[in-house]
């Protein structure tokens, strides 16, 4: 197996586990429901990419771990 397909493989794998409300909340310094709000919303633009509501989730769990606003400043982005 090639070095592309081996991180592939565990991009992959790593998408598949979502960030939790807790994690979120830990490193963001909000509450937990505050971060279950934000990847609710999230994954409502997410399903844009996918019709399945838990990938929607999940991918929106992983934008807020890295940017806890990602998508305000996506809606900015997209307003400018």
Do not use: C
């Given at each position: 197996?090639?070095?592309?397909?081996?991180?592939?493989?565990?991009?992959?794998?790593?998408?598949?586990?979502?960030?939790?409300?807790?994690e979120?909340?830990?490193?963001?310094?909000i509450?937990p429901?505050?971060?279950?709000k934000?990847?609710d919303?999230?994954?409502?633009?997410?399903?844009?990419h996918?019709?399945?509501?838990?990938t929607?989730?999940?991918?929106?769990?992983?934008?807020?771990?890295?940017i806890?606003?990602?998508?305000?400043?996506?809606?900015?982005?997209?307003?400018?």
């Amino acid at each position: 197996m090639d070095f592309d397909t081996i991180r592939t493989l565990i991009w992959e794998a790593e998408l598949k586990v979502p960030k939790t409300p807790e994690e979120l909340a830990k490193k963001h310094g909000i509450t937990p429901e505050e971060a279950q709000k934000l990847i609710d919303n999230g994954a409502k633009v997410e399903k844009e990419h996918t019709m399945d509501l838990n990938t929607a989730k999940i991918i929106s769990s992983h934008h807020i771990w890295e940017i806890k606003n990602y998508y305000e400043r996506l809606k900015k982005m997209e307003n400018d």
